[in-house]
């Protein structure tokens, strides 16, 4: 029995009549005091309403539908009264209707497939065809008949829809192929490998996402993409591999050399400072040893920088020890250096020299000054003065060596030789009234005399 069937055991579903309608036996009568406590059963508006004009109930219980002009036997309901009789059979039709509604709202509602609602329309038809129920049952033909009309039209939509998506899919899943075939036609020799890896992941993720979300290809139309597609993949997996694996062979090379410079480097620790210079070429070494992958090549660093560390902090300390050393040195130089500034003030060269000489000693007396930086500029400033001096010295040797002496005198003789002259040539030339040649005697007159003011400087 349907919900709105009284709390009462469900009789027997009546068989149809062969070849006098069938007896449907009353359900079993229930204490008064069950009834009363029984909820009442809805009444069927059908029941109430439509029950004379599509059904009827013989004197011998059995009940009967009008279907256009004729009445065809539903049942039998012997043991109730003709009223119960016709509400048994009217909530049938209840069902078959409240199934119809129920359907035509699912089709109005949208979202359920147009293809499972006409199987479902088909199988209510069947239902409703020669149904053991009371009620206007061609109506409901009627209603089924307009809904599966709708369901025809609207599973064609699907069907267009799904075909679209279904080309689409496929068109998508195309792009896809050609893609990871076009890394795979690549020279794999000289590609980025962590790129083309996240390209072919992504390519994947999105077959993937495709097959699980899209629509359900045609089996031979997604068997054949499939294959390209692994085929594919499988190439550019196969080079990936090999790639890693030689690459893995060169880091492991790059682990034993590195290794090997550790232990090379670590050994020089009790030479100090003197290891620094076998500990520098080593380090080129290091440089030339390649890579042994990221996460070894910093554990091995590390370790490698730790022994030249210790090198270094040794040369640290003995810089700080010798530069400690080398303080009063220092202050003792910068004071030779302010000594040594009279030379330039000393007139006589040879005083000047004898002075930088006993400055030149105490400075060597003072020995090596640390840092070196430092006493390479102390001694660039000595330098200098040392520098001024000597082209002082240079100049008074050309003045007072005997050999310029007497070529500056054979000169000068001869330069007062030609002026004597010039002032014979001018004279004349002026009294000649020559002014041409007066100016031309003037002219080597001036310069003759500019000569010999030169060699007496």
Do not use: C
Not at 50 to 75: H, K
Not at 386 to 413: C, F, G, H, I
């Amino acid at each position: 029995m349907s919900a709105t069937e009284p709390s009462k055991p469900t009789p027997p579903v009546p068989s149809p009549p062969v070849p006098g309608p069938p007896r449907i036996p009353m359900p079993p009568r229930t204490p008064a005091a069950a009834q009363a406590a029984a909820p009442a059963s809805p009444v069927s508006p059908v029941a109430a309403a439509d029950s004379a004009d599509w059904g009827r109930v013989t004197e011998d219980g059995t009940v009967e539908v009008r279907e256009g002009e004729e009445w065809r036997v539903v049942g039998q309901y012997p043991d109730g009264t003709s009223e119960e009789a016709l509400a048994y059979f009217v909530r049938k039709f209840d069902d078959l209707a409240f199934k119809v509604h129920t359907l035509e709202q699912r089709h109005q509602a949208g979202g359920a497939s147009a293809s499972d609602l006409t199987t479902q329309a088909k199988r209510l038809v069947d239902e409703v065809t020669g149904a053991a129920a009371v009620g206007d049952l061609a109506s409901l033909h009627a209603r089924l008949e307009t809904l599966t009309t709708a369901l025809s039209e609207a599973s064609a939509a699907e069907a267009k829809q799904a075909k679209e998506l279904v080309d689409a899919a496929i068109a998508e899943r195309t792009v896809l192929v050609e893609s990871i075939e076009q890394i795979a036609a690549r020279d794999l020799a000289k590609v980025q490998w962590k790129q083309v890896t996240e390209e072919v992941t992504a390519l994947f993720d999105a077959w993937q996402a495709q097959q699980q979300s899209g629509p359900r290809l045609p089996k031979g139309i997604s068997q054949q993409l499939w294959k390209r597609f692994r085929d594919a993949r499988s190439v550019v997996d196969k080079s990936r591999r090999a790639f890693y694996s030689d690459l893995d062979e060169t880091h492991k090379a790059a682990r034993d050399r590195k290794a090997q410079l550790i232990e090379r480097a670590e050994a020089l620790a009790p030479k100090g400072v003197d290891g620094i210079p076998a500990y520098r070429t080593l380090l080129d070494d290091w440089k030339a040893s390649g890579r042994a992958g990221r996460k070894a090549d910093d554990a091995l660093w590390a370790r490698f920088k730790a022994a030249g560390d210790a090198l270094y902090a040794a040369r640290a300390e003995q810089s700080a020890a010798e530069e400690a050393e080398s303080a009063p040195k220092i202050e003792a130089r910068e004071a030779l250096l302010e000594e040594a500034g009279a030379v330039a003030d000393e007139p006589n060269i040879k005083q000047a020299r004898a002075l930088l000489t006993r400055i030149q000693r105490q400075w060597d007396d003072v020995g090596r000054i640390f840092p070196r930086d430092r006493e390479r500029a102390l001694d660039d400033k000595l330098r200098t003065i040392e520098q001024s001096l000597k082209s002082r010295e240079e100049v008074d040797w050309k003045r007072n060596n005997p050999e310029t002496k007497a070529r500056a005198n054979d000169m000068s003789q001869q330069l007062l030789d030609a002026i004597e002259k010039l002032e014979g040539e001018k004279a004349a030339a002026e009294k000649a009234g020559d002014k041409k040649a007066a100016k031309e005697a003037a002219d080597a007159l001036e310069a003759r005399r500019a000569w010999l003011n030169a060699l007496d400087g």
